[in-house]
């Protein structure tokens, strides 16, 4: 009997982002448990290169020709014009039909016993209904590394919204198995779909265990920084920060030479209302917060810049609502380096359970403290010394992608 899987996913590398990860390790490890994978995703991104890199055993990268994708170029540009007016992030419905033609001639010519689907994007998913709709014999599973309805980043207007609970639940139902990021997802599911909550599990993030990553060597420098390094979006805006850093400084409770906030990536802070706009460019002036990097960097130069930091910021927020159905993909990072974290992060969340557990140092403040605590709390990172701490034996052994894929493997067997 064959054992082989095909994983759908339309991010994946040469593209970098949190995105690729679940797809990239299940197509990797899954083999380690005796299953022949083949992924499944797409040739070309909306704003980033389509060059061709040299492409992993087993990967087709659609469309193929030189015609589709040019063709698929332009269709991915109308698609980004139409969400965007439709308050829409949700890109490759468009790549969706070159993965169907490409997955029905793989189907067709070899044994697949099983199909993974991964998100985001959504129209991952959506490849995988049609394709279990035209091969009903394949056992499927729909990995949700974030919620789809529910997701604090995700507010399309009410005629799409319509189309997302129309679509979730075609999803829902016509999968083996559906798999949450949280159990704070897995528990909102479970109650909106109680006939199917034997069928909902949990695939957590986590780390690559063959990606080296260690605190380096502390580089001399006038204050000590607190490092932010990617993209800041919707409402992960640390406003209570910047509140917090004004009001210290301006008490003299921090003295130039204490601490450097610093972002390393691009930063959208088109939340922020006019006064605490106003914050932000007296800290910038003074010398508090600076940008250091503001476009795309890869992975690995943003893990660089990442360990050399004195302290890791940690952004688990989604103003105005401070859901607590996520756990930022960083933060599995920063365990891994070790060094002292300050995490912005709703009590009772993923991330601070996590955080309780990890063996690491670390300063946990909620959206609704009060400036006086998270003034303590900013002063109390402070008094940590930078240096490296292991991580706990509980971390590592729970959140190893190989971990990862053996329980997804124990699900395809089953």
């Given at each position: 009997?064959?054992?082989?899987?095909?994983?759908?996913?339309?991010?994946?590398?040469?593209?970098?982002?949190?995105?690729?990860?679940?797809?990239?390790?299940?197509?990797?490890?899954?083999?380690?448990?005796?299953?022949?994978?083949?992924?499944?995703?797409?040739?070309?991104?909306?704003?980033?290169?389509?060059?061709?890199?040299?492409?992993?055993?087993?990967?087709?990268?659609?469309?193929?020709?030189?015609?589709?994708?040019?063709?698929?170029?332009?269709?991915?540009?109308?698609?980004?014009?139409?969400?965007?007016?439709?308050?829409?992030?949700?890109?490759?419905?468009?790549?969706?039909?070159?993965?169907?033609?490409?997955?029905?001639?793989?189907?067709?010519?070899?044994?697949?016993?099983?199909?993974?689907?991964?998100?985001?994007?959504?129209?991952?998913?959506?490849?995988?209904?049609?394709?279990?709709?035209?091969?009903?014999?394949?056992?499927?599973?729909?990995?949700?590394?974030?919620?789809?309805?529910?997701?604090?980043?995700?507010?399309?207007?009410?005629?799409?919204?319509?189309?997302?609970?129309?679509?979730?639940?075609?999803?829902?139902?016509?999968?083996?198995?559906?798999?949450?990021?949280?159990?704070?997802?897995?528990?909102?599911?479970?109650?909106?779909?109680?006939?199917?909550?034997?069928?909902?599990?949990?695939?957590?993030?986590?780390?690559?265990?063959?990606?080296?990553?260690?605190?380096?060597?502390?580089?001399?420098?006038?204050?000590?920084?607190?490092?932010?390094?990617?993209?800041?979006?919707?409402?992960?805006?640390?406003?209570?920060?910047?509140?917090?850093?004004?009001?210290?400084?301006?008490?003299?409770?921090?003295?130039?030479?204490?601490?450097?906030?610093?972002?390393?990536?691009?930063?959208?802070?088109?939340?922020?209302?006019?006064?605490?706009?106003?914050?932000?460019?007296?800290?910038?002036?003074?010398?508090?917060?600076?940008?250091?990097?503001?476009?795309?960097?890869?992975?690995?130069?943003?893990?660089?810049?990442?360990?050399?930091?004195?302290?890791?910021?940690?952004?688990?927020?989604?103003?105005?609502?401070?859901?607590?159905?996520?756990?930022?993909?960083?933060?599995?990072?920063?365990?891994?380096?070790?060094?002292?974290?300050?995490?912005?992060?709703?009590?009772?969340?993923?991330?601070?359970?996590?955080?309780?557990?990890?063996?690491?140092?670390?300063?946990?403040?909620a959206p609704d403290d009060t400036p006086d605590q998270v003034d303590s709390g900013i002063l109390s990172l402070l008094q940590?010394?930078?240096?490296?701490?292991?991580?706990?034996?509980?971390?590592?052994?729970?959140?190893?992608?190989?971990?990862?894929?053996?329980?997804?493997?124990?699900?395809?067997?089953?």
């Amino acid at each position: 009997m064959s054992n082989r899987v095909l994983v759908v996913s339309y991010y994946f590398p040469p593209f970098s982002g949190p995105g690729t990860q679940h797809a990239v390790w299940f197509h990797r490890y899954l083999r380690d448990f005796g299953f022949d994978t083949v992924a499944l995703t797409s040739s070309v991104y909306f704003r980033e290169s389509a060059n061709e890199p040299e492409i992993p055993d087993g990967v087709w990268r659609v469309p193929v020709s030189d015609f589709g994708r040019r063709l698929s170029h332009h269709l991915h540009h109308a698609e980004a014009w139409g969400q965007a007016r439709m308050r829409m992030w949700d890109r490759g419905f468009a790549w969706s039909c070159f993965a169907l033609q490409r997955a029905q001639r793989l189907l067709e010519q070899n044994q697949f016993t099983a199909m993974v689907s991964v998100s985001p994007s959504i129209s991952s998913h959506w490849t995988a209904y049609w394709i279990k709709q035209r091969f009903p014999h394949l056992k499927w599973i729909a990995d949700f590394q974030d919620p789809f309805l529910g997701n604090p980043f995700r507010r399309p207007r009410r005629v799409v919204g319509l189309l997302d609970e129309s679509l979730e639940r075609a999803i829902f139902t016509s999968a083996s198995y559906i798999s949450a990021n949280t159990d704070t997802v897995q528990r909102m599911w479970r109650e909106r779909y109680p006939k199917l909550r034997d069928r909902i599990v949990v695939t957590w993030g986590g780390y690559d265990p063959e990606e080296p990553m260690a605190a380096r060597p502390l580089p001399q420098r006038p204050a000590p920084v607190l490092l932010h390094a990617g993209s800041v979006y919707g409402g992960r805006i640390p406003i209570g920060l910047f509140r917090s850093l004004c009001r210290l400084v301006r008490g003299g409770r921090l003295r130039p030479n204490d601490l450097v906030v610093e972002f390393f990536g691009p930063a959208d802070l088109s939340w922020l209302e006019p006064p605490d706009r106003a914050r932000l460019e007296e800290l910038r002036a003074g010398g508090w917060v600076v940008h250091s990097h503001d476009g795309y960097a890869p992975r690995h130069e943003a893990i660089r810049v990442t360990e050399q930091a004195d302290y890791q910021l940690l952004l688990d927020l989604t103003y105005p609502h401070n859901t607590k159905l996520q756990v930022p993909s960083k933060l599995f990072d920063y365990i891994r380096i070790g060094r002292p974290i300050l995490a912005f992060t709703p009590h009772g969340s993923p991330a601070e359970y996590i955080l309780s557990r990890s063996g690491i140092p670390h300063i946990a403040l909620a959206p609704d403290d009060t400036p006086d605590q998270v003034d303590s709390g900013i002063l109390s990172l402070l008094q940590l010394p930078p240096a490296a701490s292991a991580a706990s034996p509980w971390f590592l052994g729970t959140f190893d992608a190989r971990r990862l894929a053996q329980s997804l493997a124990d699900r395809l067997r089953a």
